[in-house]
């Protein structure tokens, strides 16, 4: 949380002639004690175990010139087809999809976004691989 503090020596910041507050302002984070209160504390409590509905996916797609593009979804269908109508990422617009080549289910989005990060560190002899599981493409 942020929190306004005043002047570096303490005192008021004060408002010029328009109402503005004038002088040096310094932004402070404030740190919340453990089961402290607050409007987001009962959203964390509440909130839904992953689901299969709710997993997320990482997606490598295969492009017309052959390239590799690789992603992260909630539904993988919806967001391919966002990728073949040209709604989806800039580069799929200028390199349109051929085919889905593998989905990988992930725990939760963190796992999902380290794992496309990996996945996007491959060449793409390796993405082939990753995605013939091991067999020659």
């Known amino acids: 949380m942020l ?3 005043g002047d570096a020596d303490g005192g008021d910041a004060g408002t010029d002639s328009t109402g503005q ?17 607050g409007p987001l504390s009962a959203v964390a409590r509440t909130s839904r175990a992953p689901t299969a509905s709710r997993c997320w996916h990482v997606y490598l ?17 919806s967001r391919y087809a966002a990728h073949a109508t040209g709604k989806g990422a800039r580069y799929t617009r200028s390199h349109p999809p051929r085919r889905l080549l ?8 963190s796992t999902a976004l380290r794992i496309e990060f990996a996945v996007k560190r491959l060449t793409a002899q390796e993405k082939r691989a990753l995605c013939c ?5």
Not at 22 to 32: D, K, N, S
Not at 61 to 77: H, L, N, P, Q, W
């Open 3 to 5: 929190v306004h503090k």
């Open 21 to 37: 507050a004038r002088g040096r302002l310094r932004l402070c984070r404030v740190r919340r004690r453990a089961g402290a209160g």
């Open 61 to 77: 797609i295969e492009c017309c010139d052959g390239s590799i593009y690789t992603g992260i979804a909630i539904d993988v269908e």
């Open 102 to 109: 593998k989905v990988i289910p992930c725990a939760d989005r």
């Open 133 to 137: 599981d091991g067999k020659r493409a």
